[in-house]
């Protein structure tokens, strides 16, 4: 009784345990199947969200010369804008007629466009004279013309844009003419200007002006009447550069007067650079404040052996820059000119200095001569040291056709009026500059 009693114990448990096993395998399944449906419509959306279509016509017209203005794609990657990541390649050559296909490729993806150029211009536009043209620096250029018209015979000739160009500066220019019709559709056709060098037209020439020592007249130094009459107060100062940025002065860089002189580069009537020999501390002090909030830019020509690395850092301004006065060779030894040592140094040891102010000051654009003095032997140095710009004493405008490392400055001096300062370095209806 006991072994039967046991056997059947054991079938009816058996029987009893399968439905709930049953009933445990049905969630688990169900749960499996909903997964699985939400991974098919994450594909499903994600798909949907990669995609790349043309914008505009698949098929365009375009005249001769005419203007393509390409309506580009649309597209998608993974939900992802990506439209200008988009890779064009192909296009038409609006100079000659036919059919041209534009193809947009992203990822796997790509699609096409065709652009067919016509045999004639919609609309017509036609340039007078020579389309190109040779002239010099400071000619004036003269329109020869056009005239233009659409596929009506309705002149538009005074609906044709020109781009300005100014020719202030040698080279090859292109002016462009375009003009549009009533359905929106443009023709393009283009001038070229060759602008030549010339040392020869009329300019007032550039002063650049020489300053040495700024103080505060409220704290004047002691040899506030001595050291040549080099001072200049920061209140006269201050009220030259107000007047200067009230006039509307231009304020070149190194690069621009360098072309200036070499014929390359018109510069505006009123054009003015200021500079400041030696760098020394108390005019540094000075002079970042009174920068900063006129926003003038000038130019410390810094004798870099006098604390030249601690200047540079010091005195970081966007309106000032550190040009070379030599690293050790502002001292007299020569015996030329003011006993300058340039003149007379030795070409590798005059090398050496020159490079070792430029690495310091962090710029070699532009240099002035310690007391003014310059010669052939300065004029191979300073040439070999790569500056483009140098500067003396002499008085006087800079001009085109000059020696551009050996230019002259307008001097200013301590005490000097505002007057004096607009007789000197404003244009030629005043008088020529007055040495004081």
């Known amino acids: 009784m006991s072994i039967r009693h046991n056997a059947i114990t054991r079938r009816f448990e058996s029987r009893r345990k399968k439905p709930a096993d049953r009933r445990l395998l049905i969630p688990v399944i169900v749960a499996g199947v ?10 499903h959306y994600y798909s949907e969200q990669t995609y790349l279509f043309l914008n505009g016509e698949a098929e365009m017209t375009v005249g001769l010369q005419g203007v393509f203005e390409d309506p580009g794609v649309t597209a998608k990657s993974w939900g992802r804008d990506v439209s200008d990541q988009t890779e064009i390649t192909g296009g038409p050559d609006l100079k000659t007629p ?19 150029v016509l045999d004639h211009m919609v609309p017509e536009l036609k340039l007078k004279g020579d389309r190109n043209i040779s002239m010099k620096l400071g000619e004036t250029f003269e329109e020869p013309g056009y005239t233009a018209s659409d596929d009506s015979g309705r002149d538009l000739t005074d609906q044709v844009q020109v781009s300005e160009q100014s020719f202030d500066r040698a080279g090859t220019w292109k002016i462009r ?33 020489m300053y040495h020592y ?19 107060s920061r209140q006269d100062l201050i009220e ?9 002065y231009y304020y070149p860089s190194w690069e621009e007067v360098r072309d200036y002189v070499d014929g390359k580069l018109l510069l505006p009537a009123k054009s003015i650079v200021l500079t400041f020999d030696d760098g020394e501390y108390a005019t540094l002090d000075q002079l970042i404040p009174i920068v900063e909030q006129t926003h003038v830019p000038v130019t410390s020509f810094l004798i870099t052996e006098h604390a030249g690395e601690k200047k540079v850092k010091q005195y970081r301004s966007e309106y000032l820059r550190f040009e070379s006065h030599t690293h050790g060779l502002h001292h007299a030894g020569g015996a030329a000119g003011y006993r300058g040592m340039l003149p007379v140094i030795d070409y590798e040891s005059g090398l050496a200095d020159l490079k070792k102010s430029i690495e310091i000051c962090g710029s070699g654009l532009a240099i002035a ?9 300065t004029r191979q140095i300073t040439e070999a040291a790569g500056f483009l710009v140098g500067v003396t004493t002499q008085f006087g405008n800079a001009r085109p056709g000059m020696n551009p490392l050996a230019l002259p ?7 000097q009026t505002l007057e004096y300062f607009q007789r000197n370095v404003a244009p030629p209806q005043t008088p020529e500059p007055a040495v004081q």
Not at 35 to 41: C, D, E, N, R, S
Not at 184 to 206: A, H, S
Not at 214 to 232: A, F, L, Q, W
Not at 409 to 415: A, C, F, N
């Open 34 to 43: 909903f997964v699985f449906g939400i991974a098919l419509m994450g594909i």
């Open 98 to 116: 036919g059919e041209y296909c534009v193809t947009y490729t992203s990822g796997d993806l790509h699609v096409e466009r065709t652009v067919t």
């Open 177 to 209: 003419y375009t003009v549009s019709d009533r359905e929106g559709r443009k023709t393009r056709l283009t001038r070229k200007v060759t602008i030549e060098p010339n040392t020869e037209y009329e300019t007032p020439g550039l002063p650049i002006c």
């Open 214 to 232: 700024v103080y505060d007249e409220n704290d004047p130094p002691d040899d506030v009447n001595g050291r040549y009459k080099n001072y200049i």
């Open 240 to 248: 030259e550069m107000n007047w200067l940025n009230e006039e509307g």
């Open 369 to 377: 001569y310690p007391y003014g003095d310059y010669n052939e032997n």
């Open 409 to 415: 400055r307008i001097r200013m001096w301590q005490d």
